[in-house]
Nanobody, 114 residues
Framework: VQLQASGGGLVQAGGSLRLSCAVT????????ITWYRQTPGKERELVAD???????VYVDSVKGRFTISRDNAENVVYLQMNTLKPEDTAVYYC?????????WGKGTQVTVSS
């Protein structure tokens, strides 16, 4: 199983970015995908999760601004991030667990300037 995150970049406060997590090597429909983020010196924080049934969970700080979705045909999970704030600056990672094994994609840097 491989996860490839992309779509990060530099954006001004109030702007938008869309992150993608491409999943290969397994049956995509069978498990949840989670986006985490991490800043230096802090623990990794759950940002959003989407289940196999498309149920979603968000950390309070991004509710109403971020939307997680999945495209089962393309094996991709998206994180649409709107109204970005400087405090959203972090490295974003996608994650899943398959048969008890954790899989992490390489992070993608999101930087929001004020």
């Amino acid at each position: 199983v491989q996860l490839q995150a992309s779509g990060g970049g530099l954006v001004q406060a109030g702007g938008s970015l869309r992150l993608s997590c491409a999943v290969t090597g397994t049956i995509f429909r069978g498990f949840a995908i989670t986006w985490y983020r991490q800043t230096p010196g802090k623990e990794r924080e759950l940002v959003a999760d989407i289940s196999t049934g498309d149920d979603t969970v968000y950390v309070d700080s991004v509710k109403g601004r971020f939307t997680i979705s999945r495209d089962n045909a393309e094996n991709v999970v998206y994180l649409q991030m709107n109204t970005l704030k400087p405090e959203d600056t972090a490295v974003y990672y996608c994650y899943t667990k398959r048969f008890g094994v954790d899989y992490w994609g390489k992070g993608t840097q999101v930087t929001v300037s004020s």
